[in-house]
């Protein structure tokens, strides 16, 4: 009766089965396929094109380093290196350590204001890079307010160029800052408190280590966001060279585009080592993250709180300054003759630069980028972290969806034009339209928004998908049946974020506008170009009240949203 | 048993993932209406075993055939199975009846129909009244009863249910046991049930698949299971188990330490040094005529309380440092007079002796 099974001599393995495919893993494949196809287009080959110039010569002939070498002959050129990795270290450590001031008091202390002081924050992420260095014209250039205070300094030039840099990227900073210090064991206090370590021992033997890892990538976000952006340096930099505007002056300038894509090189060399550094980096904050820690609850401390009080009331104090000069001049009728309010300057279809036809152009493309984005971003992080079969190239399709975070606004532009101004591309007709824009923006913020859809799916049932093959349902009816309900949050985050970053990009798109999808950002640059600093700052502030505003409509369908399902979100 | 018929015929499954072997050789039937537990230790290949028979994950070589059709290389959706996870995998954005029917409106079914049939499912686990409730509005045992349901709304031919109770609490799961064990029974759908709780296995199975490291120690009904396990490990794993070193010392009687037992050693030849397996219940302290065999003194070295019976912690020069234990029922340690300290004759019935080779 009792069949042992015998364990005989090992059979020799049979055939292996092939799995039959059924038409849901067909269509399944055939939809990764086209992600896959997407991603290619969208940024591999055009980086390849784009390197590949980096070795031609302007007829197109292969001429190996002969570029490079007359880069690096030419001190006009490669000193910009060294500027930019200067400016880019000094400011990374600038802001790195308001940031984690700031931070440390918005988690770890007792002051008022809290929330205020989180908002204001944020109120770099509504602008272009642009307006940072606008303001700062106002306050610190030739006929600036506050002049006085630079003692015979001029802001114009590598000054200008850190103040900038660390408004913009504060709040990138910020929020890395505030997630690595929020998840720090409570029991580590209590346990140096128990052993009377004092506070300062404390801080440098628990606070600090415990947050090492997100400072570590905070600062290597920082210092990739800097080196690489083109807004600050090109409105404030005056005849300080930066890579960036390096590669702008050789393509719009001089029209040398084998030197801007060398330039892009040299550009890119250095992002994707702080890139690849930051990924390993990030991955060790993960392990510190997934041992349960107990929240810590800061106690007050009357002397402590009144320090960082007072810090933070100055940092959001140059924030609205920032923003309030800006404001402020883009009111008054010629600075600084004639202060008398006017609105003349929102006139924008008296001047160069695109008109109010630009700003419409920007909402219509920042809608594009968050519509059809977030549809091929979520669909296609569904499939890497959902799909069946093609492991490997779902692995494949996940790190290409990784690259465009290392990869710099400007170098992504200019690969465009190599790649889709080649009348042999059979996409060559989305030159000098919209869709092209639209698809750098889409491309250029890619990554973000495929961690945060691969994250939203990650904490979803794996075996729901098997639950629907066992009831013969297709993926694509669960895909739209519940997965896209329960991840909806993200969906809309995602989206959001797609929308505002879609309107203050400069460097994705400055490359690749046309006359007739000339967009808000660009006018911004373009009016600063052409001495309408007023009006430029009146269009950068016409983004910061749209972003505002998408904000707001986002807070109120997410309130909604959660009030529609808290019934089953519960618990 | 012979003559029932063949439900499913797994035939030398081997299941790799890279380098490692998960399952090895497996071949197996089920029968129409069974049902059958997969027991094991965590990573023993239960899982993988279920899904390669669900299409879930396809073995790498080996044939399946259900209801004698071959299915070995089919797609999920294309065999006729339902079924229930550990996690339940309720979808939580729908309702309990949209749960239910979530598979019957993919088949073009009218909706009266549908309606009707979600109706006698809910009936069928005591749910009737939930229907427009969200899973996460129930309680664990209820969602189970839902996913249940839903794994039977398509009536199929074959249930699988991947360790269904673990994540519930000691009550609920004793109560649901008999709640699938007569769902079962009624529907008469033949069951796969994966389990790493032998109570669950020895309670519900109509015969358990014992496996250990990708292959299948032992199949047979709990009794078999229990009272001739076909391995040492199947002994160890089910149950409790003495294991104690020995010799074989002749056909039909073995040495242990000094004393020597009779029992079958069908298998062995003398010389062969053993593994003498006997069960604590089976060690018997009364009933004991002059001239028994296997008769040997002990001394108790410890004697546990355990409520119902005492555990005697058996010891003594004739075993040579060894020990075993024995269950005595609380009436016999009384009458008996045991305490610790004291000796103590007791009978190792020789069918209840079984002999392992070393390992
Ligand atoms: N996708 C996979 N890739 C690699 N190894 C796997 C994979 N799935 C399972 N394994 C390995 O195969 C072995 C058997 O896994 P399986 O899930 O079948 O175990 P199990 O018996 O169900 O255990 P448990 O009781 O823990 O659920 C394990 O050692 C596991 O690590
Ligand atoms: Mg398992």
Redesign the interface.
Same mark, same amino acid.
């Given at each position: 009766? /009792? =069949? #042992?099974?015998s /364990? #005989?001599i090992?059979?020799s $393995? @049979? @055939? $292996?089965?092939? $799995? #039959? &495919?059924?038409r =849901?893993?067909i269509i399944m494949r055939l939809s990764m396929g086209a992600i896959a196809i997407f991603l290619i287009f969208a940024i591999i080959l055009p980086l390849y094109t784009m390197l590949s110039k980096s070795f031609e010569n302007k007829a197109g002939d292969f001429i190996g380093l002969q570029n490079f070498a007359e880069y690096f002959s030419t001190p006009a050129l490669f000193l910009s290196i060294f500027n930019s990795l200067e400016i880019s270290i000094i400011a990374t450590f600038i802001v790195l350590i308001t940031a984690f001031i700031y931070g440390y008091a918005l988690t770890r202390s007792c002051i008022p204001l809290k929330r205020f002081f989180r908002l204001v924050s944020l109120v770099p992420l509504l602008t272009p890079s642009l307006l940072g260095g606008i303001s700062l014209v106002y306050w610190f250039g030739n006929q600036g307010v506050a002049k006085g205070l630079l003692m015979g300094e001029k802001i114009y030039g590598p000054i200008g160029i850190t103040i900038g840099s660390s408004y913009w990227v504060f709040p990138h900073v910020l929020m890395i800052v505030i997630t690595a210090l929020s998840i720090t064991d409570a029991r580590l206090y209590e346990a140096a408190e128990s052993l009377r370590t004092s506070k300062l021992k404390t801080f440098f033997t628990v606070t600090l280590p415990g947050c090492k890892y997100g400072l570590i990538s905070a600062g290597f976000v920082a210092f990739t966001l800097i080196f690489t952006d083109f807004g600050v340096p090109k409105v404030i930099g005056g005849n300080y060279n930066m890579l960036a505007t390096d590669i702008y002056k050789q393509v719009i300038g001089q029209q040398n585009f084998q030197m801007g894509a060398v330039v892009s090189v040299v550009l890119l060399i250095p992002a994707i080592i702080a890139f690849t550094v930051d990924r390993i980096v990030q991955r060790k904050q993960v392990a510190l993250l997934s041992a349960r820690a107990v929240p810590y609850t800061p106690k007050s401390d009357m002397m402590r709180d009144t320090v960082l009080f007072l810090f933070c009331l100055i940092v959001a104090i140059i924030i609205l300054g920032m923003v309030g000069m800006a404001q402020y001049a883009a009111l008054v009728k010629f600075w600084p003759y004639n202060l008398t309010l006017t609105l003349d300057n929102y006139n924008f279809d008296v001047m160069d630069g695109g008109g109010w036809d630009a700003y419409y152009n920007s909402i219509r493309m920042g809608l594009y980028t968050a519509f059809f984005g977030t549809i091929v971003i979520f669909f296609g992080a569904y499939l890497v972290e959902k799909g069946r079969g093609f492991g490997a190239g779902r692995t494949a399709l996940h790190m290409i969806a990784i690259i465009p975070l290392a990869v710099p606004g400007m170098v992504l532009g200019l690969a465009y034009i190599f790649f889709f101004n080649n009348p042999a591309n059979p996409f060559n007709f989305i030159y000098g339209t919209m869709a092209i824009l639209v698809l750098a923006s889409v491309t250029h913020f890619y990554t973000v928004s495929h961690l945060t859809a691969v994250t939203a799916l990650k904490q979803m049932?794996p075996?729901?998908e098997?639950?629907?093959?066992? &009831?013969?349902? +297709?993926f694509y009816?669960t895909f739209s049946?519940?997965t896209v +309900?329960?991840c909806m949050p993200a969906i809309f985050d995602v989206s959001i974020y797609l929308f505002m970053n879609a309107m203050t990009t400069v460097s994705a798109v400055v490359f690749i506008y046309a006359s007739d999808t000339t967009l808000a950002s660009i006018a911004v640059l373009n009016m600063d170009d052409a001495g309408d600093i007023a009006p430029a700052a009146a269009m950068a502030l016409m983004i910061a009240y749209t972003c505002l505003a998408a904000r707001g409509i986002h807070a109120v369908i997410t309130w909604q949203l959660h009030k529609k /399902?808290q @019934?089953?979100?519960?618990? | 048993m012979s003559q029932q018929e063949t439900f499913l015929k797994i035939q030398n499954l081997f299941k790799k993932f890279g380098d490692f072997t998960a399952l090895q050789d497996v071949s197996l039937e089920v029968y129409e209406g069974e049902f059958v537990c997969f027991l094991g230790p965590s990573g023993c290949g239960k899982t993988t075993l279920l899904r390669a028979i669900a299409g879930l994950d396809i073995q790498t070589s080996g044939h399946i055939e259900q209801d004698g059709r071959d299915i070995s290389a089919l797609p999920p959706s294309e065999r006729d199975f339902g079924i229930v996870f550990q996690s339940y995998a309720l979808f939580p954005n729908l309702t309990i009846l949209k749960n239910v029917s979530y598979g019957l409106e993919n088949v073009k079914m009218p909706k009266a129909a549908i309606d009707a049939r979600v109706t006698e499912l809910l009936e069928l686990v005591g749910l009737n009244d939930q229907g427009i409730k969200y899973p996460a509005q129930l309680s664990g045992g209820q969602q189970q009863r839902v996913a249940l349901a839903r794994a039977m709304a398509m009536s199929p031919g074959l249930l699988l249910l991947d360790e269904p109770l673990s994540a519930l609490d000691a009550r609920v799961r004793v109560h649901l046991r008999h709640e699938i064990k007569d769902l079962q029974r009624t529907l008469g759908v033949t069951t796969i049930m994966v389990t790493h709780d032998q109570e669950e296995a020895l309670t519900m199975a109509d015969r358990i698949v014992v496996m250990n490291d990708g292959v299948i120690e032992q199949i047979g009904t709990p009794e078999e299971i229990y009272s001739n396990p076909a391995s040492a490990f199947v002994a160890d794993f089910i149950g409790t188990m003495n294991f104690i070193p020995g010799k074989v010392s002749g056909t039909g009687s073995v040495l242990v330490g000094g004393a020597s037992l009779n029992c079958k050693t069908d298998g062995f030849k003398e010389g062969d040094s053993v593994v003498v397996a006997i069960r604590p219940e089976d060690v018997n302290a009364q009933d004991m005529n002059e001239g028994d065999e296997n008769i040997i003194e002990l001394d108790v070295k410890y004697l546990e309380f355990l409520g119902s019976f005492y555990r005697a912690d058996l010891g003594g020069d004739v075993l040579s440092g060894h020990e075993l234990y024995a269950d005595f029922s609380v009436n016999l340690v009384r009458r008996k007079n045991i305490e610790i300290g004291s000796k103590l004759p007791v009978r190792f019935p020789a069918q209840f002796i079984q002999l392992y080779s070393e390992s």
């Amino acid at each position: 009766m /009792t =069949d #042992t099974v015998s /364990t #005989t001599i090992t059979t020799s $393995p @049979a @055939a $292996p089965i092939r $799995p #039959t &495919l059924s038409r =849901d893993d067909i269509i399944m494949r055939l939809s990764m396929g086209a992600i896959a196809i997407f991603l290619i287009f969208a940024i591999i080959l055009p980086l390849y094109t784009m390197l590949s110039k980096s070795f031609e010569n302007k007829a197109g002939d292969f001429i190996g380093l002969q570029n490079f070498a007359e880069y690096f002959s030419t001190p006009a050129l490669f000193l910009s290196i060294f500027n930019s990795l200067e400016i880019s270290i000094i400011a990374t450590f600038i802001v790195l350590i308001t940031a984690f001031i700031y931070g440390y008091a918005l988690t770890r202390s007792c002051i008022p204001l809290k929330r205020f002081f989180r908002l204001v924050s944020l109120v770099p992420l509504l602008t272009p890079s642009l307006l940072g260095g606008i303001s700062l014209v106002y306050w610190f250039g030739n006929q600036g307010v506050a002049k006085g205070l630079l003692m015979g300094e001029k802001i114009y030039g590598p000054i200008g160029i850190t103040i900038g840099s660390s408004y913009w990227v504060f709040p990138h900073v910020l929020m890395i800052v505030i997630t690595a210090l929020s998840i720090t064991d409570a029991r580590l206090y209590e346990a140096a408190e128990s052993l009377r370590t004092s506070k300062l021992k404390t801080f440098f033997t628990v606070t600090l280590p415990g947050c090492k890892y997100g400072l570590i990538s905070a600062g290597f976000v920082a210092f990739t966001l800097i080196f690489t952006d083109f807004g600050v340096p090109k409105v404030i930099g005056g005849n300080y060279n930066m890579l960036a505007t390096d590669i702008y002056k050789q393509v719009i300038g001089q029209q040398n585009f084998q030197m801007g894509a060398v330039v892009s090189v040299v550009l890119l060399i250095p992002a994707i080592i702080a890139f690849t550094v930051d990924r390993i980096v990030q991955r060790k904050q993960v392990a510190l993250l997934s041992a349960r820690a107990v929240p810590y609850t800061p106690k007050s401390d009357m002397m402590r709180d009144t320090v960082l009080f007072l810090f933070c009331l100055i940092v959001a104090i140059i924030i609205l300054g920032m923003v309030g000069m800006a404001q402020y001049a883009a009111l008054v009728k010629f600075w600084p003759y004639n202060l008398t309010l006017t609105l003349d300057n929102y006139n924008f279809d008296v001047m160069d630069g695109g008109g109010w036809d630009a700003y419409y152009n920007s909402i219509r493309m920042g809608l594009y980028t968050a519509f059809f984005g977030t549809i091929v971003i979520f669909f296609g992080a569904y499939l890497v972290e959902k799909g069946r079969g093609f492991g490997a190239g779902r692995t494949a399709l996940h790190m290409i969806a990784i690259i465009p975070l290392a990869v710099p606004g400007m170098v992504l532009g200019l690969a465009y034009i190599f790649f889709f101004n080649n009348p042999a591309n059979p996409f060559n007709f989305i030159y000098g339209t919209m869709a092209i824009l639209v698809l750098a923006s889409v491309t250029h913020f890619y990554t973000v928004s495929h961690l945060t859809a691969v994250t939203a799916l990650k904490q979803m049932d794996p075996e729901f998908e098997s639950v629907s093959q066992s &009831l013969k349902t +297709p993926f694509y009816k669960t895909f739209s049946r519940v997965t896209v +309900p329960v991840c909806m949050p993200a969906i809309f985050d995602v989206s959001i974020y797609l929308f505002m970053n879609a309107m203050t990009t400069v460097s994705a798109v400055v490359f690749i506008y046309a006359s007739d999808t000339t967009l808000a950002s660009i006018a911004v640059l373009n009016m600063d170009d052409a001495g309408d600093i007023a009006p430029a700052a009146a269009m950068a502030l016409m983004i910061a009240y749209t972003c505002l505003a998408a904000r707001g409509i986002h807070a109120v369908i997410t309130w909604q949203l959660h009030k529609k /399902t808290q @019934a089953w979100r519960a618990r | 048993m012979s003559q029932q018929e063949t439900f499913l015929k797994i035939q030398n499954l081997f299941k790799k993932f890279g380098d490692f072997t998960a399952l090895q050789d497996v071949s197996l039937e089920v029968y129409e209406g069974e049902f059958v537990c997969f027991l094991g230790p965590s990573g023993c290949g239960k899982t993988t075993l279920l899904r390669a028979i669900a299409g879930l994950d396809i073995q790498t070589s080996g044939h399946i055939e259900q209801d004698g059709r071959d299915i070995s290389a089919l797609p999920p959706s294309e065999r006729d199975f339902g079924i229930v996870f550990q996690s339940y995998a309720l979808f939580p954005n729908l309702t309990i009846l949209k749960n239910v029917s979530y598979g019957l409106e993919n088949v073009k079914m009218p909706k009266a129909a549908i309606d009707a049939r979600v109706t006698e499912l809910l009936e069928l686990v005591g749910l009737n009244d939930q229907g427009i409730k969200y899973p996460a509005q129930l309680s664990g045992g209820q969602q189970q009863r839902v996913a249940l349901a839903r794994a039977m709304a398509m009536s199929p031919g074959l249930l699988l249910l991947d360790e269904p109770l673990s994540a519930l609490d000691a009550r609920v799961r004793v109560h649901l046991r008999h709640e699938i064990k007569d769902l079962q029974r009624t529907l008469g759908v033949t069951t796969i049930m994966v389990t790493h709780d032998q109570e669950e296995a020895l309670t519900m199975a109509d015969r358990i698949v014992v496996m250990n490291d990708g292959v299948i120690e032992q199949i047979g009904t709990p009794e078999e299971i229990y009272s001739n396990p076909a391995s040492a490990f199947v002994a160890d794993f089910i149950g409790t188990m003495n294991f104690i070193p020995g010799k074989v010392s002749g056909t039909g009687s073995v040495l242990v330490g000094g004393a020597s037992l009779n029992c079958k050693t069908d298998g062995f030849k003398e010389g062969d040094s053993v593994v003498v397996a006997i069960r604590p219940e089976d060690v018997n302290a009364q009933d004991m005529n002059e001239g028994d065999e296997n008769i040997i003194e002990l001394d108790v070295k410890y004697l546990e309380f355990l409520g119902s019976f005492y555990r005697a912690d058996l010891g003594g020069d004739v075993l040579s440092g060894h020990e075993l234990y024995a269950d005595f029922s609380v009436n016999l340690v009384r009458r008996k007079n045991i305490e610790i300290g004291s000796k103590l004759p007791v009978r190792f019935p020789a069918q209840f002796i079984q002999l392992y080779s070393e390992s």
